[in-house]
């Protein structure tokens, strides 16, 4: 008997602790919400007057035929200088790397890279979702400086490794992630550039290292698709 009283006893004091720590629970769930870590609800009603961007992909060559069989992409960088010439639309200047390898797909080895050094001019607009997400389209139009590394025979064949031309590069970026203040977002882009070039492949040797190569087509201009990812830093104010 003794026994049972005591366990209706632990019984009953659980369930009053039980009890206790519920309605503790209820009371802090009724207690106001802090609203300084959420995200503003509202966008700013314009970008920061100066922003650095930054973006970093892998380039996938696309035209011409030629070209998208010699070559793979390594890595493309940008960075930009912008000022704000409008509440979402800005302007400014950038310098880009690219750096392309001959591919594996050649019948026989070759170490050839293509060094691409560009300096463009940039304009976008810059699309809020929410105070913190946004999309950015804009547009990198500029020049390309290529020189050509590692070509075989160029003992023997020697050619020019140079190469100048013009280019344009309309692209899409969303930036998503950020820190509190708003000055930083990080996100992704993916953009499309063509270069006003043909590819020459006398200019690499290119028949001592693949002689199947006359049966792709080089009629075009060359390109490439890109993605990869962006960073927005934003200098000064926001209205």
């Not at 992630?177 to 550039?193: H, K, P, S, T």
């Not at 006003?196 to 690499?204: A, H, R, S």
């Not at 290292?209 to 990869?228: E, F, H, L, R, T």
Request: with cysteine; aromatic share 16%; hydrophobic share 35%.
């Amino acid at each position: 008997m003794k026994s049972q009283f005591r366990i209706i006893c632990l019984v009953c004091a659980l369930f009053s602790t039980f009890v206790a720590f519920s309605q503790d629970g209820d009371d802090e769930g009724k207690l106001p919400y802090n609203y300084e870590d959420r995200p503003p609800s509202e966008p700013p009603k314009s970008i920061h007057p100066i922003s650095i961007r930054f973006s970093g992909g892998v380039p996938n060559p696309l035209t011409s035929r030629l070209f998208r069989h010699t070559f793979v992409g390594i890595y493309e960088a940008n960075l930009s200088v912008n000022l704000r010439i409008g509440d979402y639309l800005y302007a400014g200047l950038g310098f880009r790397n690219t750096l392309l390898s001959v591919s594996n797909r050649n019948k026989f080895g070759s170490h050839t890279k293509m060094q691409m050094n560009s300096g463009f001019v940039r304009v976008g607009y810059d699309k809020y979702h929410s105070g913190r997400v946004f999309s950015s389209f804009y547009m990198q139009a500029g020049y390309t400086q290529g020189l050509y590394t590692g070509a075989p025979n160029y003992d023997l064949k020697p050619q020019n490794p140079k190469s100048g031309f013009a280019f344009f590069q309309p692209t899409y970026g969303i930036n998503f992630f950020g820190d509190e203040a708003e000055r930083l977002r990080v996100g992704f882009y993916g953009g499309y550039n063509y270069m006003l070039w043909q590819f020459d492949p006398v200019q690499i040797n290119l028949k001592d290292v693949d002689p199947d190569m006359n049966k792709y087509g080089n009629k075009s201009n060359a390109s490439y698709w890109v993605i990869g990812l962006e960073m927005y830093v934003g200098l000064g104010k926001t209205k």
